[in-house]
């Protein structure tokens, strides 16, 4: 079967490592097709809106998207795409894997393999009921949490664990003080753990969780929890692995999924041709993964850390001296 992928190229150093990416991924021979899309400034430069109609159907088509990053013009009103394509396409699951690599800037030089699994479109996000006294004393917003909302993330974690062999899922939660809210998810968390007897299930404060994190990260296997904390947790974890150039994020919905790195666009760096292609790419393998070619997101992976670690043409983030494409070609000769 033929799965067409719509690619965003965005903004800034996005058409660069889109190329890198899609120059690893033609040497694998997937079969897959590429319909270009425009979003973000390139769009708005081009069509005159940020996220046009047509780029907004060839998702809806194809439920499966690669995407750049995109700069969100600062003031003129413009909330973020991101925020849009999730609200637009109900992408309920944001899934964040963190993996030790060789040869970076880490804490942790081996021993984390954790995936945060973060609800994406309630809790403390959900954009209720924002309010400032008129004489800017008090601010009040609404956290709301729902049954329908929690179990399916929760139900996303689980069955990610046990299609991907992951042995633990970790609920984390502020049940003894957010009662209502958390102490809905939790509840919740616990009835559908129950129908998993076959993953563990343990149950975490989210402020211990930060310091567990931060001390002993190989006991996370999945982490599922609520909009807010995923958030934070989500970026600690990448930080443990070292940093933006090596995370990649998923947002899955039930009629689409929207594949990207969780760096944005880095200006200060676009044009220069040596921007990190990796954390893009990971979110490829992510892709795979999703797909249905897990062998391929397996190849892919491998040929990434081996790149890693022969240090063969690493960009300069990584302490190289190579640019994005030799660091790509280096990567596709070893997963072709
Ligand atoms: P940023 O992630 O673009 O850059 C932060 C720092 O990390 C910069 O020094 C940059 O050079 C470096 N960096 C990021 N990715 C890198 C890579 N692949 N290789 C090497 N170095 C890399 O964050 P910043 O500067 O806060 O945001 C710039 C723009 O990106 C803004 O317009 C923001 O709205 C947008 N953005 C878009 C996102 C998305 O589309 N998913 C996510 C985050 C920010
Ligand atoms: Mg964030």
Redesign the pocket.
């Known amino acids: 079967m033929t799965h067409t992928i719509t690619v965003i190229r ?1 903004d ?2 996005g058409p660069e ?1 889109m190329d890198a990416t899609l120059l690893v991924l033609e040497a694998m021979n997937l079969g897959l097709v590429y319909e270009e899309a425009d979003a973000g400034l390139v769009a708005l430069e081009k069509h005159g809106e940020l996220l046009p109609q047509a780029t907004i159907d060839s998702i809806g088509k194809n439920r499966v998207a690669l995407k750049s ?4 013009p600062v003031g003129g009103g413009f909330s973020s795409i ?1 925020v849009e394509l999730r609200r637009r396409f109900d992408l309920y699951a944001n899934v964040r894997p963190a993996t030790s690599f060789p040869n970076t800037r880490s804490r942790f030089a081996e021993g984390v393999d954790l995936i945060t699994v973060r609800e994406n479109t309630e809790g403390a996000y959900s954009a209720e009921g924002q309010e400032t006294a008129a004489d800017g004393s008090s601010a009040t917003s609404i956290t709301r949490t729902t049954r329908k909302g929690s179990e399916r993330i929760v139900r996303y974690a689980f069955e990610l664990a046990r299609r991907t062999g992951r042995k633990k899922v970790t609920v984390v939660h502020k049940a003894n003080i957010l009662k209502s809210t958390s102490g809905l998810f939790l509840n919740v968390a616990r009835e559908v753990a129950a129908q998993y007897p076959d993953i563990e299930c343990n149950e975490m404060i989210v402020d211990n969780t930060c310091m567990q994190l931060v001390m002993r990260p190989e006991q996370f296997d999945v982490i599922v929890t609520t909009n807010l904390f995923g958030d934070i947790i989500s970026d600690l974890c990448a930080g443990l692995v070292g940093g ?2 090596l995370a990649p994020g998923a947002n899955i919905g039930a009629d689409a999924a929207i594949f ?2 969780v ?7 676009a044009g220069k041709g040596i ?2 292609p990796c ?1 893009l790419l990971l979110g490829a393998a992510q892709m795979l993964d999703h797909l249905g070619m897990p062998d391929k997101a397996t190849r892919l992976r491998e040929a990434i850390v081996a790149t890693l670690a022969a240090r063969d043409s690493l ?1 300069p ?1 990584l302490g190289g001296e190579g640019n994005t494409m030799a660091f790509a070609k280096a990567i596709a000769s070893r997963a072709a």
Do not use: F, Q, R, W
Request: glycine share 16%; proline share 8%; no cysteine.
């Open positions: 965005g800034g150093i490592i990053p995109l700069t969100t991101n933006l150039g990207e790195a760096h944005g666009s880095a200006p200060d760096i921007a990190n954390a960009t983030d």
